[in-house]
């Protein structure tokens, strides 16, 4: 018989900010039906299913409804859209990750001290999508290539203050490599202020993974395709262990079957929108199969 070691992360499941927003969907929606919600409530496709099934809606843009409830997304929403969904009828529920919020409110309170904002994060990310309504000039750079090019290119960034964040899922030892080339580029008297944006749950689970990935054989991140968290703590794991595995249902298992019972210890781990639900799942699934 095959015997694997299963190990679970000690951070796993939901943080406290998804945890905060499914929570209150599924209030409202015990009360309201249907509930809008302004895009994915969260990146998990078992969530945004199971939430479906109880009457919750994406909204699909530009379509949007009239005289009815709409929950904004846990990684907000620009005030623009905001505005537009009052405008029409609609009452909001703000379903904003309070941790996401406070990086709003210091990010505009930057820009208000006319400083130049720069965030590192993924532009096309819903966080960061929302940051650019809050913050019009916000200069949203995706990784260490995008600053160079940017510092080379746009001669204002040399005269001016500088203030930098990052959106709240990248990884720290990104953000800190980010940061300090940034200081290297400053001109005399030129000031530079640096907010550590990113989330404490999403760090404690950076530094766990790298532990676990490195004394163990195999690694298995369950969580959203579309999750930023569940993507990085992926790659982290790979960097140390090649027997690292992204898993986003069942089926995916059955693929990395081999790799699994031909180690001795498997870890499972979780990003930070991933129910438990799901990680039992795929625990239940290698038992299973010994």
């Known amino acids: ?15 406290s900010g998804v945890d905060r927003a499914i929570a209150l969907s599924e209030d409202v929606l015990k009360k309201t039906q249907p509930l809008y919600v302004t895009g994915d409530l969260v990146h998990n496709a078992v969530v945004m299913d199971d939430l479906s099934k109880k009457g919750l809606k994406a909204i699909d843009l530009p379509d949007l409804p009239e005289n009815s409830t709409v929950m904004i997304q846990a990684h907000g929403a620009s005030p ?60 949203i750079l995706n990784d260490l290539d995008d600053l160079k090019r940017n510092i080379n290119e746009n001669h204002r960034l040399n005269q001016t203050n500088i203030a930098l964040c990052a959106q709240t899922t990248k990884p720290l030892k990104e953000f800190s490599e980010f940061s300090a080339y940034l200081t290297t580029q ?31 054989d195999c ?10 968290n569940t993507r990085k703590l992926y790659d982290i794991a790979k960097a140390r262990n090649i027997n690292s595995h992204l898993v986003h249902s069942l089926s995916d298992l ?37």
Do not use: W
């Open 254 to 290: 059955e693929e990395i079957k081999r790799n699994i019972f031909q180690s001795e210890t498997c870890v499972i781990a979780s990003g930070t929108s991933t129910p438990m639900t799901q990680v039992e799942a795929v625990e239940n699934y290698i038992t299973s199969e010994m």
């Open 80 to 139: 623009e859209l905001m505005q537009e969904l009052r405008i029409r009828g609609n009452e909001l529920v703000d379903g904003t990750c309070p941790i996401v919020k406070k990086s709003f409110d210091i990010c505009q309170k930057c820009s208000q001290s006319s400083y130049q904002l720069i965030v590192l994060g993924q532009s096309k990310h819903p966080e960061m999508m929302a940051l650019k309504g809050i913050v019009k000039d916000a200069l």
């Open 186 to 216: 400053l001109k005399q008297f030129q000031h530079l202020i640096v907010y550590n944006t990113i989330c404490d749950a999403t760090i404690h689970r950076e530094v766990e993974i790298k532990s676990l990935a490195s004394h163990n």
């Open 219 to 228: 690694v298995i991140v369950v969580g959203g395709v579309k999750s930023s």
């Open 1 to 15: 018989m095959i015997q694997v070691i299963i190990k679970r992360a000690e951070h796993i499941g939901f943080c």
